[in-house]
């Protein structure tokens, strides 16, 4: 399997088709590359090169117990960038993603990178504080937490319901994609799983976000129960200059499996602007 090794040892998987202008994905917690399978066959079609990472602890790569952080995860995707040589990329985020596609972009830079999009996205910061009054509080994720330590193969398979709004009135339910979810979910390390819970809910994304100086896309459900959109993208679209908001009406944290139509044809639009 490709693969890079950073400078602590860690093996990174990736997956890199076709030719063209590369775009980027970078999956959200607790999941895999290959939760970006329906976005990346649609832009390999479209004639783009298409990367996507198992970020350290997830899937395929090592199964850390250190470097579970976002400084860390940003210049992970740093080394895959720079060991691909890409240039002019699109960087491509959901959820955990979106966070590290702002560190990455506030830490090294946007020398390699053409725009950013950032897909029910965790900043600029989940944990509700004096600071950031609209977010959610440490028992909600002291819970999410709770869940991983204690059954982990079960609090996974129950918490696709509100990822993809399956808990909703009238909802059609997919249990393929459920159990994909929690296939990807079980690959990945129970500690780096358990770690990263207080990496994407408690890392302060807003000087990253000022930082960022390409055209940037939010993306956002008004109907995510994971990543509520009040103090996530409706307050990132405010701190990335210029950045460019779509509000979706009624969709759920998991839109690019639930809608991925929509989601594909608005990421080509974007992309192609």
């Known amino acids: 399997m490709p693969s890079i090794t950073t400078a602590d040892g860690t093996e990174i998987y990736y997956k ?20 970006w ?57 959901h959820s955990t993603g979106g966070g590290e596609v702002a560190r990455y972009l506030g830490r090294h830079g946007s020398q390699r990178v053409a725009k950013a999009v950032l897909i029910g996205a965790v900043p600029p910061i989940m944990l509700k504080t004096a600071g950031n009054p609209g977010g959610l509080p440490i028992d909600v994720f002291d819970g999410i937490r709770a869940g991983v330590a204690g059954n982990r193969a079960e609090f ?20 393929g994609i459920r159990q994909h979810w929690w296939l990807q979910g079980m690959m990945g390390g129970i500690k780096a799983h358990y770690d990263c819970v207080k990496a994407f809910s408690e890392t302060d994304f807003t000087e990253d976000l000022k930082k960022i100086d390409v055209p940037t896309f939010v993306m956002h459900g008004d109907d995510d129960q994971i990543v509520p959109i009040g103090a996530s993208g409706l307050l990132s679209a405010k701190l990335v ?11 759920p944290h998991g839109m690019c499996a639930t809608h991925p139509d929509i989601i594909n044809a608005d990421l080509l639009a974007f992309i192609r602007k």
């Open 156 to 175: 996974y398979r129950d918490i696709t319901l509100p990822f993809y709004g399956y808990n909703r009135p009238g909802a059609k339910i997919s249990e």
């Open 241 to 251: 200059k210029g950045a460019e908001l779509k509000v979706y009406p009624g969709l």
């Open 16 to 35: 890199d088709w076709g030719t063209g202008q590369p775009i980027v994905f970078s999956h959200g917690w607790p999941l895999t590359a290959d939760d």
């Open 37 to 93: 399978d329906n976005q990346m066959l649609f832009f390999l079609a479209q004639g783009f090169r298409v990367i996507a990472h198992d970020r350290r602890g997830h899937g395929r790569s090592t199964q850390t117990w250190t470097g579970n952080e976002m400084d860390t995860y940003a210049d992970d995707l740093a080394a895959l960038t720079a060991a691909l040589d890409l240039k002019d990329a699109v960087h491509v985020g």
